[in-house]
């Protein structure tokens, strides 16, 4: 056998070995980017969830401060406080209307 046809014989093993591994991978390598889009979606929720909670932690703000807890009782109690005019008139919500710029 001359050194050319061993040389052959290695080239084509060494190719052999690498087309193997190649089609070995290739399943692999399509789970890397499918997983990489599942990535992008499980992001893209949490952004989405993270985005509802900051607005209903700003809701629980708004309806613990001082104007918040007002309006909740002058919705669902008999809350005066004194000195105030109150009408008994139901808004579009079944709630009594107030508007905080008028506050005594």
């Known amino acids: 056998m001359t050194v050319f ?19 070995l991978n290739a399943p692999s390598v399509g789970l890397v980017f499918e ?5 992008n979606e499980a992001e893209r929720e949490a952004k989405n969830i993270q985005a509802e909670i ?4 700003a809701e629980l703000e708004s ?7 007002r309006l909740k009782f002058l919705c669902y109690g008999p809350y005066v406080e004194p000195g105030t005019e109150v ?3 139901l808004g579009v ?12």
């Open 35 to 39: 997983q990489g889009s599942d990535i």
């Open 87 to 89: 009408y008994a008139v």
């Open 93 to 104: 919500s079944g709630c009594v209307q107030w508007d905080p710029r008028r506050t005594p």
């Open 63 to 69: 309806r613990s401060s001082p104007d918040g807890m």
């Open 5 to 23: 046809a061993r040389r052959l014989i290695v080239l084509a093993m060494a190719l052999g070995t690498v087309i193997t591994v190649l089609a």
């Open 54 to 57: 900051e607005v209903v932690q």
